[in-house]
Structures are given as structure tokens and as C-alpha cells.
């Protein structure tokens, strides 16, 4: 059982260029996410998927692009990357486990762009 | 929406001491509360959560309070080590329809051995 697995861990980019995140979990989960991480900014919600086939925008969807391509995956596109886009981005997936929800995190992507 | 205020943005304790920090939330439809626990360089985990009917609830040497009517949440750790040195973070959701917390921007709790 590996959880929820993000590719790649590091990645740099130059302005311009584009590049999609692979988030997958093997939970059985209808709900995941994508959040970005800055400092002293906390966890922000880019996008997310309460099942299969729904996609919706968070706090801070512009310039991003999500696809729910099953049950397990979830994918974050930038496609034209930009210096603000510079970041650690985490992929996540939840299940209401009848007293409490389970929120699981990837192990994060490093993103650079230049 | 949700607007989740957390203080302090950095707290340091010596070893042994209690550490204590606080969240506020704005939507009163909010009604479960988790506490996320980052290590350095790793991924935020669940280490403790509060729903709206409960007004303490305690796991060995961490507690969490709720005061629904002032809209304030708080974590607590007694007896600190040094590995409980982290970043912490508080969120506030709604148990309706969707799952969506939204997060404090963190408390970077250091313990001084």
C-alpha cells in the first residue's frame, strides 16, 4: 500500500516551458487534490476532484490545469510555466472515514522555474 | 469563504516546556478541525482532529481545544521534545458535501534540547 505517490520529486524549468505532475493513490479515494506550498503561505488549494470525472478550481487555479483520469490519478499541467509558479506542490487524496476524514499527502514536488 | 488566522508564525520552547498555538476560523457552517504536523523537507500529516460537538480532545501529550461561540481553535503539546520540532499547521472545514480545509499559513514550533 504506497499511499499517494507524486512524480517527479525535482524539477526545474525555464519560463515558458510546460510540464505535467503525475499524482496517483491506491486508497480508493474520491477525493484528491492538488495544493502549492510557499513560505509562510501555508497549504493553498489549486485544484480539486470530489470523484471521478469532477474537477473544481481552489484558491489559486490561473495557470493551472488538472485531469482526473481515473479513480487513482490526478494530474497538474502547467502550461506555460512562469517564475511565480516556483514552488513545492503536493498532491493529496480524502476518504470521510465515518468519525473523521483521512487526508493523505504526497511527498511533494519541487518546482523550479527560471 | 473559510479564513483561517494562525499565531504565532514561529514559536520556540526549551525541552520539557509547553508549547500552545492558536488558530481562529470566520465561517461558522465549519464544523471539523485537524491539525496537521511537517517535518523538514517531508509531507504534512494528520496528527490530531476536533469536530464541533466535542470541546477537548486529547492523544498522550497533544490536545486540541474548540470554543465554537469565539470561533478559536488550539493546539496543545505538553512535556516537548526535540522531535516535535516542525511546522504545524490548523484548518477549518465543513462535514457537507465536499471536503475542502482551508489551512492557517503554519506555526514553526523549535525545541531547544
Known amino acids: 500500500n504506497a499511499g499517494v505517490t507524486q512524480t517527479p520529486k525535482f524539477q526545474v524549468l525555464k519560463t515558458g516551458q510546460s510540464m505535467t505532475l503525475q499524482c496517483a493513490q491506491d486508497?480508493?479515494?474520491?477525493?484528491m487534490y492538488w495544493y502549492r506550498q510557499d513560505p509562510g503561505m501555508g497549504l493553498r488549494l489549486i485544484y480539486y476532484s470530489a470523484s471521478e470525472g469532477t474537477t473544481d478550481k481552489g484558491e489559486v487555479p490561473n495557470g493551472y490545469n488538472v485531469s482526473r483520469l481515473n479513480k487513482r490519478e490526478f494530474s497538474l499541467r502547467l502550461e506555460s510555466a512562469a517564475p511565480s509558479q516556483t514552488s513545492v506542490y503536493f498532491c493529496a487524496s480524502s476518504e470521510w472515514a465515518g468519525e473523521a476524514y483521512e487526508q493523505y499527502f504526497g511527498p511533494g514536488t519541487r518546482l523550479t522555474v527560471t | 469563504g473559510e479564513n483561517v488566522e494562525q499565531h504565532p508564525s514561529t514559536l520556540s520552547v526549551q525541552e520539557g516546556d509547553s508549547a500552545v498555538i492558536k488558530c481562529t476560523y470566520s465561517?461558522?457552517?465549519?464544523?471539523?478541525f485537524p491539525w496537521y504536523k511537517q517535518e523538514l523537507g517531508k509531507r504534512p500529516q494528520l496528527i490530531i482532529d476536533i469536530r464541533s460537538n466535542v470541546g477537548e480532545k486529547k492523544d498522550q501529550r497533544i490536545a486540541v481545544t474548540l470554543n465554537k461561540t469565539a470561533k478559536h481553535f488550539s493546539l496543545h503539546i505538553t512535556e516537548t521534545q526535540p522531535e516535535d520540532s516542525a511546522v504545524y499547521f490548523c484548518a477549518a472545514a465543513g462535514t457537507g458535501g465536499s471536503y475542502i480545509p482551508t489551512f492557517g499559513r503554519g506555526t514553526s514550533l523549535i525545541v531547544h534540547p
Open positions: 486508497m480508493n479515494h474520491n477525493s
Open positions: 465561517d461558522s457552517a465549519s464544523n471539523y
